[in-house]
Each structure stands twice: as C-alpha cells, then as structure tokens.
C-alpha cells in the first residue's frame, strides 16, 4: 500500500505565498511523475504542474511563473512553492504519483489540503 499525504495548506492573503508538500510512505519501488491538482468547488480537478523523474518541470498557464514544482527524491517527498497568490488560486490540492510497486505501475492520490486565497 501507498499513501500521500499533503501538507502546508492554509489561508493566506493575496501576494502571498505558501509551500505544500506531498510525502509518500508505504511499500513501492519508485515514483515516476508527480502532478500537483486543484479543485475549486463546483469546477473539475485540474492539473496546474507536474514533474517528472529527470526534474523537469511542466506548468499550466494559470500558474506558470508564480509557482515551482520540485522534489527531494531521498524524502519521497514533492514540492510545490506558490509564490504571489489570488484569491483565484483558493482550491483543495491534491498531489497524484505515478508509483511502481510489486503489482506494477499505479496512481496514488493524496487527501488533499485546503489552500484559501483572501483578502
């Protein structure tokens, strides 16, 4: 079994900024990519940045330039530093990790935690 657990969400005003991370435990071999989601009530989940094994970072437009995607492979753990924050970017997010384990490849989602934007 595999768990992710997101963690440094709260409230924050606008321009300001917060660091999540996504810590996976449990029994697996590897992560391969790792995607950060949003989900703001009543919209879909979307995928705002990803990263894959060799680093390389990919953004959606909505946050490209704001935020920074990275990971610390000997933690198992995968960052996301938001810089400059709306009240636009106020969702749950969740990180999801492509994960190899003894039955193969799998995707594991997180619980979530609550990013709220306010002035």
């Known amino acids: 079994q595999v768990q992710l657990v997101e963690s440094g969400g709260g409230l924050v005003q606008p321009g300001g900024s917060l660091r999540l991370s996504c810590a996976a435990s449990?029994?697996?071999?590897?992560?391969?990519?790792v995607g950060w989601y949003r989900q703001a009530p009543g919209k879909q989940r979307e995928l705002i940045a990803g990263?894959?094994?060799?680093?390389?970072?990919t953004y959606s437009g909505s946050v490209k330039g704001r935020f920074a995607i990275s990971r610390d492979n000997a933690k198992n753990t995968v960052y996301l530093q938001m810089y400059s924050l709306k009240p636009e970017d106020t969702a749950v997010y969740y990180c999801?990790?492509?994960?190899?384990?003894?039955?193969?490849?799998?995707?594991?989602w997180g619980q979530g935690t609550q990013v709220t934007v306010s002035s």
């Open positions: 999801n990790a492509h994960v190899r384990t003894r039955a193969g490849w799998a995707d594991y």
């Open positions: 449990g029994s697996f071999f590897s992560i391969n990519g």
């Open positions: 990263i894959g094994s060799d680093g390389n970072p």
